[in-house]
């Protein structure tokens, strides 16, 4: 049911979140979540919510069963409302969680030319490797967090593509493509497709 480029949040009517309530009509045996990979906002709408750890914060995030676009929904309320109503309407089917994987960045690299408004970037995202990692941890990380603690709410088995795959911020490279304008090329080559598989086929 995969469409690239969309976002589990329901900000269009192609969001994962909203797809998966025709997940039904195929009659599934297994399932993956896997999504997240284009959520700009893993962060929190509510403002009482001044928990920390990943999962007190899932807990209290009340979850969004309701099929309809709506930006203001939080990353984790549409994470949570999309599993909550798989389990309901798919009980016969095994649901796995999949968190993201690392991706390559090039330490340095001036962007090219965005293939969506022709623009031409002409700044150094990562001037050094730390600033790399610190996008891992900051922008990519929480929402691995996020995934794994729903699965510990939820009692769904996560397969964790960030510790399990064996690709890091160093080896990125040979996993991976060549880096689009944006200085990050999220797209796995064949042998990044190919670790991808050997990974969550060791859960099953």
Known sequence: MAIGGTRVKPSDEKSIFIRSFDARYYH???ILIYGGQNDRDPGLKS???HFVHPDEIVAWEKSCKVMA???TVSFISAYKGMVEMLMETCPKARIYLVTQ?????????????SPYNNKYNGIVRFPSFEEVLNWEKTDRFPKVQYIRAIGHFYGLPVIDLL???????????EFYGEPAYDCTQVHPNKEGYKRMAECMATYF
């Open 28 to 30: 599934p045996d297994i």
């Open 47 to 49: 403002e009482k919510n």
């Open 69 to 71: 676009t709506n930006d």
């Open 101 to 113: 994987m690392r991706v390559r960045a090039d330490v340095g690299m001036v962007g090219k030319k």
């Open 163 to 173: 510790d399990n795959s064996g690709i890091t911020d160093y080896n990125a490279r």
